[in-house]
């Protein structure tokens, strides 16, 4: 199993009050195999950095279903957080053992899922 990133748009009638929308062809929404949750996004090496989004995705709950969902009112923050990784590739890579551009990787697809986000007024889920 993998953690995949998708963009959705508010909708009331639908499942959660969101509807996914379908990617565009071509588009890698991969953010890393399912024990990235807590060996990468939720590492402490990620939060020692100050990331508050990603490390969420090791704090699995009920009410989330371990899904870290990212509002249209957040997507600059965790912008902001992807970028501040990105910047610290090099630590968090030491930090983890994982390889660096395997990390950017996965951090250009959730930014990228950011930007088509943006167009349509929606955010982002990662489950």
């Known amino acids: 199993m993998s953690l995949d990133i998708s963009v959705w748009t508010p909708d009331d009638d639908a499942y959660a009050g969101r509807s996914v929308l379908a990617d565009p062809p071509g588009t890698s929404t991969a953010v890393g195999a399912e024990n990235f949750r807590h060996t990468l996004w939720g590492s402490a090496a990620a939060r020692h950095l100050g990331a508050t989004f990603l490390p ?64 349509v007024g929606g955010g982002v889920i990662i489950w």
């Open 56 to 119: 969420q995705l090791a704090d699995i709950t009920v009410e989330n279903r371990g899904n870290l969902q990212i509002a249209p009112s957040q997507l600059d923050a965790f912008e902001r957080e992807c970028g501040l990784l990105a910047d610290n590739v090099e630590h968090l890579s030491a930090a983890t053992g994982y390889d660096a551009r395997r990390i950017l990787h996965h951090l250009t697809n959730m930014r990228h899922a950011v930007e088509r986000a943006r167009a």
